[in-house]
């Protein structure tokens, strides 16, 4: 999920939890929902509490690979 080369953290939209590798912060989340833009990022706790509400789906991995 690193998107640019000073990437080090995210934080979810609605609770600011934190996004990180876990070799950089240990206790932080390592994975969450992001729009598809990938520039908000959300966490799993807090998709499931608003997925109804915004309507949010989940969008298939469709396997891109880098480059
Ligand atoms: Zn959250």
């Not at 600011?16 to 990022?41: C, M, Q, V």
């Amino acid at each position: 999920m690193r998107y640019s080369e000073s990437w080090d953290h995210d934080h979810c939209e609605f609770c600011w939890a934190k996004f990180a590798e876990e070799i950089l912060i240990p206790d932080s989340l390592h994975e969450g929902y992001a729009t598809a833009d990938n520039y908000r990022w959300i966490c799993e706790a807090c998709f499931e509490d608003f997925k109804d509400q915004f309507g949010w789906r989940l969008i298939e991995d469709r396997g891109e690979t880098a480059g």
